[in-house]
Structure formats: C-alpha cells, structure tokens
C-alpha cells in the first residue's frame, strides 16, 4: 500500500504562486511515476502533470506548460508542484497520485494511477 498525504494548498491572488507537496510512505518511493490531477467543480478531474519515478521524464497538461513545475525528491519520498502565476481557472482540488510501477515512464491517465492522496484545494482570486 502506499498513502499519500498532500499539502500547500491554499487562497491565492491571481498572478501569485503556489508550490504543493506530496509525502509518501508505504512503497518504494523511486520506482513509481507520480502526478499531479485536479477537479474543479462541476467538472471531472483533469490531468496536470506527471513524472518518471527517475525523475527525468515528466509531462504536462498543454494548458499549463510553463507556468506550473513538477518535480521530486526521492529521498524525501516527496513530489511537488510548482505553480506560478496563478489564474481563476487554476482554482480547484489538487490531488496527488502515484503509479505502481513506472521508473522511466510517465501516464496522462488517472485509470494508470492505484493511489490517490485525499487532496487540497487551491483557490485563485481575481
């Protein structure tokens, strides 16, 4: 089993930054891929970002490349999101979530993901 707890979210302003986190325990931390999904309401949960257990592969949603960041630090067992200049749109529920396997490769699927933290929700304000 892995468990996933997030953190760092909160109420931003537009143009301002954010970076989440994401502890896990439980599984070899290095050979999962990781992502990032988030869930605005009244919407389904959509894709953000995701990286190789490695850490040298990562994707990202099209929408968000260049403003938001992923990384890890597998000896901290601990992913991140940074997220800068910040838009209303971005406003949602952030959820982490980690693959079984995955040292080398990535996925945009949630279908591809076993474990999901419980999320923290990110409000942007205008």
């Known amino acids: 089993q892995v468990q996933l707890v997030e953190s760092g979210g909160g109420l931003v302003q537009a143009g301002g930054s954010l970076r989440l986190s994401c502890a896990a325990s439980?599984?070899?931390?290095?050979?999962?891929?990781m992502g990032w999904f988030r869930q605005a309401p009244g919407k389904e949960r959509e894709f953000v970002a995701t990286?190789?257990?490695?850490?040298?592969?990562?994707n990202y949603a099209d929408s968000l490349k260049g403003r938001f960041t992923i990384s890890r630090d597998n000896a901290k067992n601990t992913e991140y999101l940074q997220m800068n200049n910040l838009k209303s749109g971005d406003t949602a529920v952030y959820y982490c979530?980690?693959?079984?396997?995955?040292?080398?490769?990535?996925?945009?699927?949630?279908?591809?993901?076993?474990?999901w933290g419980q999320g923290t929700q990110v409000t942007v304000s205008s």
């Open positions: 979530a980690a693959r079984r396997t995955g040292y080398v490769s990535t996925s945009v699927r949630s279908i591809d993901y076993s474990y």
């Open positions: 990286i190789s257990g490695s850490g040298a592969f990562t």
């Open positions: 439980g599984r070899t931390f290095s050979s999962t891929a």
